[in-house]
């Protein structure tokens, strides 16, 4: 998908149900953990976008026997022909990293490429690479590889510096298989985590959850299990942010609606009516939306990963909002393309300052810097006035699966060009 676009007719009406996918990003992790066990795994509600299946790829090439049909995943790694992990697709996803503690873990070595992803700042990887070093391994950087060794893991009572959820997840699966107990504290909360957690225990771990310690007794092995993916928070807030556009009328299927509920509780102080009916969200969109202050913040606040479609939404509120970005350093490069689209987004470092309302431009070109800005672009698209090309549509395609085609049902001009 790296060379395709999206050509997008503005001003269609959104009307409809969608239903939410698996979890990118706790599919990913998930897949990480096939490699801590020689048993039979079979998870389902795993969404097929570009990640995954690079993850997939990835597994297969140090001997997993996989099968991906129907967003299942049926997997065994009997025996691990190889630690290496290497080549343009491993490394160009930020979840590479995750292969690092339970590949030590299982196997006593591992290496592969630094991981990649999107270009949003700062993503240092050291606590990871602490924390495994007090659990016993050695880890080195050549070139454009990671390399770890070990000839054992042991547990390790471990403080994270800062909140990290790759680096929680990576020294939950090094502790599943180490000797003796951890305890992780000053955890990430992010529900993917506890997700994953939760598949580890079904695999036979030993882990539990006290608020921001995770307490896990290391195991010699693990085995069989059975599990399904939870919904995806990202993709979920995306959609219902689209519903609150004027106009149109979406229902939202296939949702925890707790995972969101920061979000809510912004669009609700906005003027947007939200009913939640079971695992549905039912958005009334208010033509008249107020504006709002905000800040990211890491789970249960507000998600750095729908900043950019709320800042969309906020160029259509009477007035001047704000949001401070306080997760990545580098995670408004958005701004300018909405801009070109006839926005009024004025940055200052971390603080963006959105005026509405203003009406957006068709007829324009504009640029996916990262996986969460296309889906801003997207949006922004759906209310131009004239058609809008998106380049570097790849971004897209990593985190949301078929999102072209969800768009189409609800009633919008979509199309995947070269």
């Known amino acids: 998908m790296d060379n395709k676009k999206l050509k997008i007719i503005g001003k269609n009406r959104l009307d409809g149900s969608v239903t939410i996918s698996g979890a990118k990003n706790a599919a990913l992790p998930g897949l990480a953990a096939l490699t801590l066990s020689s048993g039979k795994i079979k998870i389902s509600n795993v969404p097929n976008v570009n990640d995954v299946r690079i993850m997939i790829d990835a597994l297969q090439s140090i001997g997993g026997d996989i099968s991906f049909d129907n967003n299942i995943i049926n997997a065994e790694l009997k025996n691990i022909k190889s630690g290496v992990f290497l080549g343009d697709n491993v490394g160009s996803i930020r979840a590479s990293i995750l292969f690092l503690g339970p590949m030590l873990a299982r196997n006593g070595y591992v290496r592969v490429s630094q991981p990649g992803g999107c270009p949003i700042g700062h993503r240092g990887v050291d606590f990871h690479f602490e924390g495994l070093k007090k659990m016993g391994a050695q880890i080195e950087i050549i070139g454009n590889d990671i390399i770890g ?6 547990g390790v009572d471990y403080t994270f510096p800062g909140k990290t959820v790759t680096g929680t997840e990576n020294l939950i699966m090094a502790a599943s298989l180490a000797n003796g107990d951890s305890i992780l504290r000053n955890s990430a909360l992010e529900p993917e985590i506890d997700d994953l957690i939760d598949l580890l225990n079904k695999m036979g771990a030993k882990i539990r959850r006290d608020g921001d310690n995770i307490l896990i007794k290391g195991k010699t092995s693990l085995g069989d299990a059975v599990h399904e993916i939870i919904p995806d928070r990202i993709e979920m807030g995306t959609y219902v942010i689209a519903g609150c556009f ?30 939640i009916k079971n695992s549905d969200i039912i958005i009334s969109p208010n033509k008249q939306m107020s504006p709002i202050k905000l800040e990211t913040m890491p789970y249960p606040g507000f998600p750095t990963d729908l900043q950019a479609q709320l800042m969309a939404l906020l160029t259509q509120t009477d007035g001047v909002s704000q949001i401070k970005e306080s997760i990545f350093n580098n995670r408004f490069n958005h701004a300018n393309e909405l801009n070109k689209m006839g926005a009024n987004i004025v940055l200052s470092k971390d603080i963006a300052q959105i005026t509405g309302v203003t009406q957006f431009k068709g007829n324009k070109t504009v640029y996916a810097t990262d996986l969460r800005a296309s889906a801003a672009l997207v949006l922004g698209a759906l209310i131009a006035d004239g058609q809008t090309i998106i380049n570097n549509a790849s971004q897209l ?3 949301y699966e078929n999102l072209p085609q969800k768009l189409s049902k609800l009633g919008a001009d979509i199309a995947v060009i070269n």
């Open 149 to 154: 060794k070990t000839n054992g893991l042991i």
């Open 397 to 399: 395609f990593r985190g």
């Open 246 to 275: 004027a106009d149109n009328n979406i229902i939202v299927k296939n949702t925890r609606p707790e995972l969101i509920e920061n979000l809510l509780d912004i669009l609700r102080k906005m003027g947007v009516k939200i009913n």
